[in-house]
């Protein structure tokens, strides 16, 4: 039996970027790469929105985010890979008393150099027809929904073709040599002494013991580090093995409506915020309701992140909730854009959040040759470049992680004994 020098399991983008990166630092290392899917990228990757943006309250998800959109904007326009980059922005809504709240941290945010821009409510009102006087309706009065104050604008922010920079990661990893096999799934870590004696039952408590790859539906596979990389599937083999990763599983839908009409054409091109001549992404107040341009499709995204009561739940292939748009979406998104009266899903889907109830940050740590990747909290993909380099830096055993633009990061503060991150304040 071969022994690889790696096995990573998971051929999401965080998975992916992980190999890529480790592959780039120990090139000569034997790295395999094993996902139960038929392709790359295929479970909850596949099923984000597919956006990102430089603007986070953390400093460490600031970073994070910052050197793999820069590294996004290199493989597009230095190396020639289309990644579809579009810059529609970031545009949240806040009403009167949310805004109060929010702006110490803008404020706090601005001292960090982070841009963005604050526009008025007759201004919004005007760009993009927009409703901001809700609460002279009964039925939003009601709802609890609040008028709109203010806007704020963050520029450095857009959305990406997520199937292209997975793909990007596949190739690149496969041109260095790396193997990955699909439809190979892992049901159990592989744990033997680190001296064993050949006594039936090993390892005992007594013994000290260490991951040693994984089995899998095809087959034993060994390696000399395992790396877990599978989101929210990863403690169903974690918990096996006494290891813990704060990563819960939360349901997440999308619904995707047709800019059919005239008054939706003209509020998916909105112009004036941005290059793209687009209605920026735009997040309602609470509940914050949010609106994707889907500019190749000409359609919206729309999707909300409920909490409370919505259950922690492992589903292997989640489905969205018809309801979940006719009774929740619809009803807050028509009171601020009427435009979508009357419209109706042409297709929906739905994914999972891998949440960090924490702290809201990604967590990269090592024990007894096992690594542990993820609980990205819904942004993997706007991270994920950041985070393969750091689960790299780990592998060879470095203190700092170089990430893209040659910034330093220390490993240890994305690890459970020495954590050391700011939680964070802005998770939709």
Same mark, same amino acid.
């Given at each position: 039996?071969?022994?690889?020098?790696?096995?990573?399991?998971?051929?999401?983008?965080?998975?992916?970027?992980? #190999?890529?990166?480790?592959?780039?630092?120990?090139?000569?290392?034997?790295?395999?790469?094993?996902?139960?899917?038929?392709?790359?990228?295929? $479970? =909850?990757?596949?099923?984000?929105?597919a956006m990102f943006r430089?603007?986070?309250?953390?400093?460490?998800?600031?970073t994070l985010v910052d050197?793999?959109?820069?590294?996004?904007?290199?493989?597009?326009?230095?190396?020639?890979?289309?990644?579809?980059?579009?810059?529609?922005?970031?545009?949240?809504?806040?009403? %009167?008393?949310?805004?109060?709240?929010?702006?110490?941290?803008?404020?706090? *945010? #601005?001292?960090? +150099?982070?841009?963005?821009?604050?526009?008025?409510?007759?201004?919004?009102?005007?760009?993009?027809?927009?409703?901001?006087?809700?609460?002279?309706?009964?039925?939003?009065?009601?709802?609890?929904?609040?008028?709109?104050?203010?806007?704020?604008? !963050?520029?450095?922010?857009?959305?990406?073709?997520?199937?292209?920079?997975?793909?990007?990661?596949?190739?690149?990893?496969? %041109?260095?040599?790396?193997?990955?096999?699909?439809?190979?799934?892992?049901?159990?870590?592989?744990?033997?002494?680190?001296?064993?004696?050949? *006594?039936? $039952?090993?390892?005992?408590?007594?013994?000290?013991?260490?991951?040693?790859?994984?089995?899998?539906?095809?087959?034993?596979?060994?390696?000399?580090?395992?790396?877990?990389?599978? $989101?929210?599937?990863?403690?169903?083999?974690?918990?096996?093995?006494? !290891?813990?990763?704060?990563?819960?599983?939360?349901? /997440?839908?999308?619904?995707?409506?047709?800019?059919?009409?005239?008054?939706? %054409?003209?509020?998916?091109?909105?112009?004036?915020?941005?290059?793209?001549?687009?209605?920026?992404?735009?997040?309602?107040?609470?509940?914050?309701?949010?609106?994707?341009?889907?500019?190749?499709?000409?359609?919206?995204?729309?999707?909300? $992140? +409920?909490?409370?009561? /919505?259950?922690?739940?492992?589903?292997?292939?989640?489905?969205?909730?018809? =309801?979940?748009?006719?009774?929740?979406?619809?009803?807050?998104?028509?009171?601020?854009?009427?435009?979508?009266?009357?419209?109706?899903?042409?297709?929906?889907?739905?994914?999972?959040?891998?949440?960090?109830?924490?702290?809201?940050?990604?967590?990269?740590?090592?024990?007894?040759?096992?690594?542990?990747?993820?609980?990205?909290?819904?942004?993997?993909? *706007?991270?994920?470049?950041?985070?393969?380099?750091?689960?790299?830096?780990?592998?060879?055993?470095?203190?700092?992680?170089?990430?893209?633009?040659?910034?330093?990061? %220390?490993?240890?503060?994305?690890?459970?004994?020495?954590?050391?991150?700011?939680?964070?304040?802005?998770?939709?």
């Amino acid at each position: 039996m071969t022994e690889y020098d790696a096995v990573i399991v998971g051929a999401g983008i965080i998975g992916l970027a992980t #190999a890529y990166h480790v592959k780039k630092q120990r090139p000569d290392d034997q790295i395999l790469v094993i996902d139960k899917m038929s392709t790359a990228g295929q $479970g =909850n990757t596949a099923k984000s929105a597919a956006m990102f943006r430089c603007f986070f309250y953390s400093h460490t998800n600031l970073t994070l985010v910052d050197t793999t959109v820069e590294f996004f904007k290199y493989v597009q326009s230095q190396l020639g890979v289309d990644l579809k980059l579009k810059w529609a922005g970031y545009l949240w809504l806040f009403s %009167k008393e949310h805004y109060r709240i929010i702006e110490p941290v803008l404020k706090s *945010m #601005a001292e960090k +150099d982070l841009e963005y821009e604050v526009h008025e409510e007759e201004e919004l009102a005007k760009r993009l027809n927009l409703r901001t006087e809700v609460t002279k309706d009964e039925e939003a009065q009601l709802m609890g929904l609040a008028d709109v104050e203010k806007g704020v604008f !963050v520029p450095k922010a857009g959305s990406i073709d997520i199937d292209l920079l997975v793909q990007f990661y596949e190739s690149e990893f496969k %041109k260095m040599g790396g193997e990955i096999r699909y439809n190979t799934k892992a049901d159990k870590i592989l744990v033997e002494p680190e001296k064993p004696l050949g *006594m039936p $039952g090993e390892p005992f408590f007594w013994q000290k013991s260490c991951a040693t790859g994984v089995s899998t539906n095809k087959g034993a596979i060994k390696a000399k580090k395992t790396i877990i990389a599978a $989101g929210v599937w990863a403690n169903t083999l974690l918990h096996q093995v006494g !290891v813990y990763a704060p990563m819960e599983p939360i349901k /997440r839908q999308l619904f995707s409506v047709k800019a059919s009409t005239t008054q939706l %054409k003209q509020l998916l091109c909105a112009k004036g915020f941005n290059s793209e001549n687009c209605m920026p992404f735009t997040i309602l107040p609470e509940p914050a309701v949010y609106i994707k341009p889907a500019l190749e499709e000409n359609a919206f995204w729309l999707s909300y $992140g +409920d909490h409370f009561p /919505r259950a922690f739940k492992l589903e292997d292939d989640p489905q969205s909730e018809e =309801n979940f748009y006719r009774y929740g979406i619809y009803q807050v998104l028509t009171k601020y854009f009427p435009q979508f009266l009357g419209t109706q899903p042409y297709g929906s889907w739905a994914g999972q959040y891998a949440l960090n109830t924490i702290d809201g940050q990604p967590v990269i740590f090592e024990k007894n040759n096992l690594l542990v990747v993820g609980s990205c909290s819904g942004s993997g993909n *706007m991270k994920g470049d950041a985070i393969g380099r750091i689960a790299a830096a780990l592998y060879i055993g470095e203190e700092y992680a170089n990430l893209y633009g040659d910034k330093k990061f %220390k490993v240890s503060d994305l690890s459970m004994a020495k954590r050391n991150v700011e939680p964070e304040k802005l998770i939709i």
